[in-house]
C-alpha cells in the first residue's frame, strides 16, 4: 500500500535550534511532494512544495526541503526555529491522478 | 482572496444520529475535496470532485457517507447513521483544477464532529 512515513511524532526544540523533519515514502516513479503546517488554531497551509527541478525548494518562513529520490525522502529543514514555528507539519505525497496521501504528522513545540 | 469556508465548525451528536457539513471552495476552483482526519492521524481523502463530477470517491464509506455538489461550486457531506468512530475532523479543501498533480489545496478550518 502506498504510504507516507514522518519518523517524529514530537519534536521539541529551543529557539534558534536547527530543525529537521523526516518524511518518507514508498512510491515508485514522478512524484510531487508537499510540506503543510497548521499553526495552533488555524487552517493547514502549503509550506513548500517540489514537483520538478532543483530538488533544494525553499519555503515560506525560512523552511527549506531536500527531495533525495534514491532514498524516497523529503525532508523538512530550519537552520533556525522561532517561538512562532510551533505547529504541527505534515508530509503529504502525489502521483499522477491519485489521491494526496499524508503522513502523520509532526508536533513541533518550541520554546523561548 | 476569501478563503474556503466550511460549518458548523463544530458538531457532536449521538451514534445512530445524521448529521451534515458545508464547504464553499475558493471561488474559481473548479475541484474540491472532502477529507477526513482522526486524531493522531494525516487528512484521509473521502471524496474529489472536479466542477459536478465526481473523480474518486474511493475511500469513502458510501454505506453511511455521501457528498454532492450539484451546482458545481458548494458540497455538502452527510453521515447517516454516525458511528463512535466518525469522530474527527472533516476537512474541506479546494484547487484551481485537475491538470496538475502538484496544484496546491487550500484548506478550510475543518469541522469537529464529536460521535457520543
Known amino acids: 500500500a502506498q504510504s507516507v512515513s514522518q519518523h517524529n511524532h514530537h519534536v521539541i526544540l529551543s529557539e534558534a535550534a536547527s530543525l529537521e523533519l523526516g518524511c518518507n515514502y514508498s512510491?515508485?516513479?514522478?512524484?510531487?511532494l508537499f510540506w503543510y503546517v497548521q499553526y495552533p488554531g488555524q487552517h493547514l497551509q502549503l509550506l513548500l512544495k517540489?514537483?520538478?527541478?532543483?530538488?533544494l525548494v525553499k519555503g515560506i518562513k525560512g523552511f527549506e526541503a531536500e527531495f533525495i529520490k534514491s532514498k524516497f525522502s523529503f525532508n523538512l529543514r530550519k537552520p533556525s526555529v522561532q517561538w512562532s514555528d510551533t505547529a504541527e507539519y505534515f508530509c503529504?505525497?502525489?502521483?499522477?491522478?491519485?489521491?494526496?496521501?499524508f503522513g502523520k504528522g509532526t508536533t513541533l513545540s518550541v520554546s523561548s | 482572496e476569501a478563503g474556503v469556508a466550511q460549518s458548523p465548525r463544530y458538531k457532536i451528536i449521538e451514534k445512530r444520529q445524521s448529521v451534515a457539513f458545508w464547504c464553499n471552495p475558493i471561488?474559481?476552483?473548479?475541484?474540491l475535496y472532502w477529507y477526513q482526519q482522526i486524531l493522531g492521524q494525516g487528512p484521509k481523502l473521502l471524496i474529489q470532485?472536479?466542477?459536478?463530477?465526481?473523480?474518486?470517491d474511493s475511500q469513502l464509506p458510501k454505506d453511511r457517507f455521501s457528498a454532492e455538489r450539484l451546482k458545481g461550486v458548494d458540497s455538502t457531506l452527510k453521515i447517516q447513521p454516525a458511528k463512535l468512530e466518525d469522530s474527527a475532523v472533516y476537512l474541506c479543501?479546494?484547487?484551481?483544477?485537475?491538470?496538475?498533480?502538484?496544484?496546491?489545496?487550500?484548506f478550510g478550518p475543518g469541522t469537529r464532529l464529536l460521535v457520543l
Open positions: 479543501a479546494s484547487s484551481l483544477g485537475e491538470r496538475k498533480s502538484g496544484e496546491t489545496q487550500y
Open positions: 503529504a505525497v502525489r502521483r499522477r491522478g491519485t489521491a494526496l496521501i
Open positions: 470532485f472536479q466542477n459536478n463530477g465526481v473523480v474518486d
Open positions: 517540489y514537483f520538478s527541478g532543483d530538488p
Open positions: 512510491y515508485g516513479g514522478t512524484v510531487n
Open positions: 471561488s474559481g476552483h473548479a475541484t
